[in-house]
Nanobody
Framework: QVQLVESGGGLAQPGGSLRLSCAGSGFTFSSYTMSWARQAPGKGLEWVSGIYSDDSDTYYADSVKGRFTISRDKAKNMLYLQMNSLKPEDTALYYC????????????????WGQGTQVTVSS
């Protein structure tokens, strides 16, 4: 059974940091391109960051570039998103997802999603 379980969300102050984790099981974790996406209240799902299956490259949305870092530990079947210099506009439900093949910024091209973890940035 395929599972993606996100954790690490919570309340952070503006300028603070959080590290999100995504635990994968039931599929060959190392074979897939993986991404993080988020959904802010009242808005659509927004792609945030992605990493190729061979970890050869990482990509970021302009809104998070220079502040967020995506990484993966294949031995532990874990995907991470280190979020620094958080802003109130980063408040959203954050999801991890995987797909076969090329990395895409189009969220509807992903095959499986987790249930999400809430991030709230507020003073």
């Amino acid at each position: 059974q395929v599972q993606l379980v996100e954790s690490g969300g919570g309340l952070a102050q503006p300028g603070g940091s959080l590290r999100l984790s995504c635990a994968g099981s039931g599929f060959t974790f190392s074979s897939y391109t993986m991404s993080w996406a988020r959904q802010a209240p009242g808005k659509g799902l927004e792609w945030v960051s992605g990493i190729y299956s061979d970890d050869s490259d990482t990509y970021y949305a302009d809104s998070v570039k220079g502040r967020f870092t995506i990484s993966r530990d294949k031995a532990k079947n874990m995907l991470y998103l280190q979020m620094n210099s958080l802003k109130p506009e980063d408040t959203a439900l954050y999801y991890c997802a995987y797909k076969i093949g090329r990395l895409s910024t189009m969220v509807d091209e992903y095959d499986y999603w987790g249930q999400g973890t809430q991030v709230t940035v507020s003073s």
